[in-house]
């Protein structure tokens, strides 16, 4: 059974950083690509960044250049680096999972398509 745990998330000042993990049991990892996605009240929820099971990355331009996200096949555990934060970004924060099989995938895909879904982790930003 596929489980993802996020953590990390926490309160910071506009400009700090936090990085965010997910850690992931029950698959295999280069079977599945992974994406943060992220929802603020109020609002839909919108993806953040997603890795490829080939290691492709994208990111939402909000975030461009200030998030990375990467990813440890070996310990399955999922990363979101972020940095120069602002208050836009406060949000809860939700990694997911998209089995895509031994001949990869994309997650460049709608939330729906995602099948497994870590707990969410809040991330505040004050100004």
């Known amino acids: 059974q596929v489980q993802l745990v996020a953590a990390g998330g926490g309160s910071v000042q506009t400009g700090g950083s936090l990085r965010l993990s997910c850690a992931g049991s029950?698959?295999?990892?280069?079977?599945?690509?992974m994406a943060w996605f992220r929802q603020a009240p109020g609002k839909t929820r919108e993806r953040v960044a997603r890795?490829?099971?080939?290691?492709?990355?994208s990111y939402a331009d909000s975030v461009k250049g200030r998030f990375t996200i990467s990813e440890d096949n070996d310990k399955n555990v999922l990363y979101l680096q972020m940095n120069s934060l602002k208050p836009e970004d406060t949000a809860m924060y939700y990694c997911?999972?998209?089995?895509?099989?031994?001949?990869?995938?994309?997650?460049?895909?709608?939330?729906?398509?995602?099948?497994?879904w870590g707990q969410g982790t809040q991330v505040t930003v004050s100004s």
């Open positions: 997911a999972a998209r089995f895509v099989g031994w001949s990869g995938g994309t997650c460049l895909r709608p939330s729906s398509d995602f099948g497994y």
């Open positions: 890795i490829d099971s080939d290691g492709t990355t």
């Open positions: 029950g698959y295999t990892a280069r079977t599945y690509c």
